[in-house]
């Protein structure tokens, strides 16, 4: 089992950076492939970006802007949001997974944290 918590999210201006966390528990973090997607309220749920042990896999929307990483000693990912744009604007949920499946399908990630909101002002 692994239990995820982000943190970070908060009200920025359009333009802006952030960054934000995902601390996990459990053992192996480094096993898990790990990603992040977002919910922005009346919209499906997207996939933003994820990182597998090979390969980084980004959403079109956020690629040249978003990066992804990693410090496995401290069970810990993170997300690097520059160029901030209002359309951004989302609740973002970090994931896991040890399967092989298709990254921009959120069937393929088994575990998800509660979420953190990001909100970018125009």
């Known amino acids: 089992q692994v239990q995820l918590v982000e943190s970070g999210g908060g009200l920025v201006q359009a333009g802006a950076s952030l960054r934000l966390s995902c601390a996990a528990s459990?053992?192996?973090?480094?096993?898990?492939?790990m990603g992040w997607f977002r919910q922005a309220p009346g919209k499906e749920r997207e996939f933003v970006i994820g990182?597998?042990?090979?390969?980084?896999t980004y959403a079109y929307s956020v690629k040249d802007r978003f990066t992804i990483s990693r410090d496995n000693p401290k069970n810990t990912v993170y997300l690097q949001m520059s160029s901030l744009k209002p359309e951004d604007t989302a609740k973002y949920y970090c994931?896991?997974?040890?399967?092989?499946?298709?990254?921009?399908?959120?069937?393929?990630?088994?575990?998800w944290g509660q979420g953190t909101q990001v909100t970018v002002s125009s």
């Open positions: 459990g053992r192996a973090f480094s096993k898990y492939s």
């Open positions: 994931v896991a997974t040890q399967g092989m499946g298709d990254m921009l399908q959120s069937a393929s990630w088994d575990y």
């Open positions: 990182m597998s042990r090979d390969s980084t």
